[in-house]
T-cell receptor, first 114, second 114 residues
Framework: ETGVTQTPRHLVMGMTNKKSLKCEQH?????MYWYKQSAKKPLELMFV???????ENNSVPSRFSPECPNSSHLFLHLHTLQPEDSALYLC?????????????FGPGTRLLVL | SQKIEQNSEALNIQEGKTATLTCNYT??????LQWYRQDPGRGPVFLLL?????KEKRKERLKVTFDTTLKQSLFHITASQPADSATYLC?????????????FGKGTLLTVNP
């Protein structure tokens, strides 16, 4: 185990549903990340929270809404998704001030949008 | 941002042989480079980090080289085993103040045949 947990592990939702993905890190890190991984494509960084402040939003559609209530928890709220949003969603954490940013990933949530 | 190319999408080798994976990058020279392993349906797991002033780094059967002139890193697995079968990703930090954010390559799927 990497010290980063994600729930649920699998999620099937319709385009009109609202759901949330949860991530928790037990490593005492100060930065957390959401990535999207689709088949045949590299990891796409979606959101970054550094010391609980959002520092990156890589042109992610507004149907994805992140929330970081504290440095250990990260949520990704989903609503009115499209079938092309089906992918593996990965959460990661790191300690930003060490200068060598090793990221620790959770197991991911496999999302299927029907 | 960096553009990363990993030599091939898939590599098949015989058990006991040495696997060599390539990671090439363009644009600026990073302060370090990382390699991760990813198993199907799981999050990436950190393997090794090599700094710009290091030519080579070893960890058990793994060896990483870093040539900043060629803008290339090589990742070797010696005495390969079927359990080494996985996708291997290289990752580089973004430049400047956001160097805690990583750009990942698409990965190379390594299959070690018994």
């Amino acid at each position: 185990e990497t010290g980063v947990t994600q729930t649920p592990r699998h999620l099937v939702m319709g385009m009109t549903n609202k759901k949330s993905l949860k991530c928790e890190q037990h490593l005492g890190h100060n930065a957390m990340y959401w990535y999207k991984q689709s088949a045949k494509k590299p990891l796409e960084l979606m959101f970054v929270y550094n010391f609980k402040e959002q520092t990156e939003n890589n042109s992610v559609p507004s149907r994805f809404s992140p929330e970081c209530p504290n440095s250990s928890h990260l949520f990704l709220h989903l609503h009115t998704l499209q079938p092309e949003d089906s992918a593996l969603y990965l959460c990661a954490s790191s300690q930003v001030d060490r200068g060598e940013e090793t990221q620790y990933f959770g197991p991911g949530t496999r999302l299927l949008v029907l | 941002s960096q553009k990363i190319e990993q030599n091939s999408e898939a590599l098949n080798i015989q058990e006991g042989k040495t696997a060599t994976l390539t990671c090439n990058y363009t644009n600026y020279s990073p302060a370090y480079l990382q390699w991760y392993r990813q198993d199907p349906g799981r999050g990436p797991v950190f393997l090794l980090l090599i700094r710009e002033n290091e030519k080579e780094k070893r960890k058990e059967r793994l060896k990483v080289t870093f040539d900043t002139t060629l803008k290339q890193s090589l990742f070797h697995i010696t005495a390969s085993q079927p359990a080494d079968s996985a996708t291997y990703l290289c990752a580089l930090p973004n430049s400047g103040g956001s160097n805690y954010k990583l750009t990942f390559g698409k990965g190379t799927l390594l299959t070690v045949n018994p």
